[in-house]
């Protein structure tokens, strides 16, 4: 009687019957028709968002941010689904959507220096905000939450063989025919941090899902060898330093979750990934020309401009700390506070954090943290989201957010984290509420 009373529960909660299997061998529910169409949509939007990174025109950045409104649109007005949907639960999560709408205060009070800027910069905050809320909608379920990594995870992949076989062939071309301007391009990305931060949000779910599918693990395991090797063929120094951490941190995570006593076969599992990687790591390194990573990596001063990007943006926000400049105006006010000269163009602070505090003061700085920060523990208690957690850090010395073509998977996963996070509370409220329902039935006896 108590199981059936908590079968009926899960239905209510899940909407649907249980019928398919996932990766870790868990029953999952299966998923709408809607729900399929709109994850498709979502993920060509992503793909089609990171494969046109390189261009320099403004249309492929417009399109998507269009596709995303519209996405989003039809969902809302067209009624989809129809039932209430079920997003993810607390208040943290809601702050994503205030992010634009700072950027809307800011204009209708006059406070920026360049409402051009801050009108481009509302709107990709409002598409990024627009994938958040998708994501949850896509990945109700954790049948929903696999598919949406797998395909994650195969296209950064994709990409990673992309970046390894074109990066000292297609001289600065993508696909070999595109020109970018470029002496060299890292799969569609002219910047290898840039490429470096996309690829730390998929090396996780590679190796997570290497320690947890017996059958396919050597699969996972090469997509997360060649992700990995392709971060080092690209000698970003910091996404080198962060890839690695995470190839470390899932291991540890791993051995100490997955461990089977009986099997030993998360041990085996892990002695594997700790051999294949190096090795991977090694042989694409030779390939791709040893001597350039290690050019990159003795650099004397990695912070050479940055420093003085960053202290410009930290004067920035001491002189409007409420208000800020407006967002995106970075470049416009930077030489105001610049301590020196440089023959290059400021596009960014190279570090997020600061550059948010300066357009939108601390405030802002606020509205986009505590959203992140909030998904931290979840990211620790599912090792798959510790990209978000590497990008987060990558952010303090570069600049992810403003490129879709990063930001875009960021949001995704993000919203994926706090879905995890809602489908864990309610467990432990049913494992609660099976423990009062036996307890009661013991003293009724």
């Known amino acids: 009687m108590r199981e059936h009373a908590l079968s009926r529960l899960l239905k209510a909660w899940s909407g649907t019957g249980l019928r398919e299997s996932g990766w870790d061998g868990t029953t999952l529910p299966a998923d709408d028709r809607e729900t399929v169409i709109v994850r498709i949509c979502l993920l060509f939007l992503l793909i ?6 390189f261009v320099r025109s403004s249309w492929p950045l417009q399109s998507f941010q269009a596709g995303i409104f519209l996405l989003v649109a039809v969902y809302l007005l067209a009624g989809i689904r129809g039932r209430t949907e079920r997003l993810a639960g ?3 999560p809601w702050l994503v959507y205030l992010i634009p709408v700072w ?3 800011q204009l209708l009070a006059h406070v920026t220096a360049s409402t051009l800027e801050t009108r481009e910069a509302v709107l990709r905050w409002g598409a990024l905000a627009g994938v958040f809320f998708l994501s949850q909608t896509v990945a109700r379920t954790k049948r929903g939450e696999h598919i949406v990594l797998g395909a994650f995870l195969c296209f950064a992949t994709a990409m990673a063989l992309l970046c390894l076989t074109q990066l000292f062939t297609s001289r600065g071309h993508v696909f070999w025919i595109f020109p970018t301007g470029y ?5 569609t990305f002219p910047s290898h941090n840039n490429y470096a931060q996309f690829v730390e949000l998929a090396l996780p779910i590679a190796f997570w899902r290497a320690l947890r599918d017996g059958r396919k693990s050597r699969w996972y395991g090469l997509a997360g060898g060649v992700l990995y090797a392709s971060v080092i063929s690209s000698a970003s120094r910091t996404g080198m330093a962060l890839c690695t951490a995470e190839v470390l941190a899932v291991l540890a995570i791993g051995l100490a979750k997955l461990r089977d006593p009986k099997t030993g076969r998360q041990i085996r599992s892990v002695v594997a990934m700790l051999v294949m990687v190096p090795i ?3 042989v694409f390194t030779v390939a791709a020309g040893w001597q350039r990573v290690w050019h990159q990596s003795d650099l004397k001063d990695s912070y050479l401009v940055r420093r003085e990007y960053i202290g410009a943006a930290v004067e920035m926000a001491k002189h409007r700390p409420l208000t800020g400049y407006g967002l995106g105006t970075f470049t416009e006010v930077y030489q105001q506070y610049a301590t020196r000269d440089f023959p290059f163009y400021a596009n960014h602070a ?3 954090w600061a550059e948010f505090a300066a357009g939108g003061g601390i405030p802002f700085l606020l509205l986009v943290l505590i959203p992140f920060a909030a998904a931290v523990p979840t990211a620790l208690r599912h090792p798959w989201g510790l990209g978000l957690v590497a990008v987060m850090l990558h952010a303090c010395v570069d600049f992810p957010f403003p490129r879709p073509a990063v930001s875009g998977w960021m949001f995704l996963m993000l919203g994926l984290i706090y879905m995890t996070r809602t489908r864990d509370m309610e467990r432990r409220r049913l494992a609660k509420l099976s423990t009062a329902v036996d307890t009661s039935a013991h003293s009724a006896v």
């Open 183 to 187: 002496p060299d391009v890292y799969a």
């Open 350 to 352: 190279h570090n997020d």
């Open 103 to 105: 950027g809307l205060v």
């Open 280 to 282: 991977l790591a090694a």
């Open 90 to 92: 607390g208040w943290t």
């Open 48 to 53: 089609y968002s990171t494969a046109t990174v």
